[in-house]
C-alpha cells in the first residue's frame, strides 16, 4: 500500500546551524507533497509545498526538494532558530485529494 | 477572521458513550477532513468529504460516523462501537488539490 514516512524520528541541532528533514514516499501516484509544521497540543501548520513538475521550491528560510526518481523529499531549514522546535510532516497528496502523512520528524534546537 | 474552528477543545467520555466533535470553517472550502493522532504517531485519516452531502471512509473510520449537511460544518461521532478513542482529533479543510488547513484539534479522554 502507499505509505509516506520519514528517515529519523528526532533531530537535534544548534541555534543557527541548517536543519534537513528527510521524508520517502511509496506511491509514484502521488503528485503533491506539503511540509508540515506541529507544535505541542496544536494543530499542523502549512510550511511549503511542491508539485511533481518541480524539484525545488524556495520560502523564507526553508527549502523543498524532490526526487521523483529515489521517491524522496526533504526539508532544509537555514539558520535554525529555538522557534523552529517542533514536529516536522510530509504529506502526499493524490488526485482524489485525500493525503497521507508521515510519522514526523521531532526537531530540537538546542541554545 | 477566517479559519477552521473546533470544539471543545478537551473532552472526557465515559465508556459506553456516543460524543460528538465540532468543526467548522468559514474558508469557503469545498473539502474537509477528519483525522485521528495517537501519541507520537502521524496523522490518520478517518473520513472526508469533498462536497456536502458526500463522504467517503478513510483509513480507520471504524467506530465514527460522519455527516455533511453544510458546506461549513463537518462534525464527527465517536461512537461505542469504537474500542479505543482517546486521541487528539484533527479537522481540516482545503479547496481542491491544495494544502489543507487544520483546526486547532480537540482531545477526547475516555473515562
Known amino acids: 500500500g502507499e505509505s509516506v514516512g520519514l528517515h529519523l524520528p528526532t533531530l537535534s541541532v544548534q541555534e543557527g546551524d541548517n536543519s534537513i528533514i528527510n521524508c520517502a514516499y511509496s506511491n509514484s501516484a502521488s503528485d503533491y507533497f506539503i511540509w508540515y509544521k506541529q507544535e505541542s497540543g496544536k494543530g499542523p501548520q502549512f510550511i511549503i509545498d511542491i508539485r511533481s513538475n518541480m524539484d525545488k521550491r524556495q520560502g523564507q528560510r526553508v527549502t523543498v526538494l524532490l526526487n521523483k526518481t529515489v521517491k524522496h523529499l526533504s526539508l532544509q531549514i537555514a539558520a535554525t532558530q529555538p522557534g523552529d522546535s517542533a514536529v516536522y510532516f510530509c504529506a502526499g497528496n493524490r488526485k482524489n485529494n485525500d493525503m497521507r502523512f508521515g510519522a514526523g520528524t521531532r526537531l530540537t534546537v538546542k541554545p | 477572521d477566517g479559519g477552521i474552528t473546533q470544539s471543545p477543545k478537551y473532552l472526557f467520555r465515559k465508556e459506553g458513550q456516543n460524543v460528538t466533535l465540532s468543526c467548522e470553517q468559514n474558508l469557503n472550502h469545498d473539502a474537509m477532513y477528519w483525522y485521528r493522532q495517537d501519541p507520537g504517531q502521524g496523522l490518520r485519516l478517518i473520513y472526508y468529504s469533498q462536497i456536502v452531502n458526500d463522504f467517503q471512509k478513510g483509513d480507520i473510520a471504524e467506530g465514527y460516523s460522519v455527516s455533511r449537511e453544510k458546506k461549513e460544518s463537518f462534525p464527527l461521532t465517536v461512537t461505542s462501537a469504537q474500542k479505543n478513542p482517546t486521541a487528539f482529533y484533527l479537522c481540516?479543510?482545503?479547496?481542491?488539490?491544495?494544502?489543507?488547513?487544520f483546526g486547532p484539534g480537540t482531545r477526547l479522554t475516555v473515562l
Open positions: 481540516a479543510s482545503s479547496t481542491y488539490y491544495n494544502e489543507q488547513f
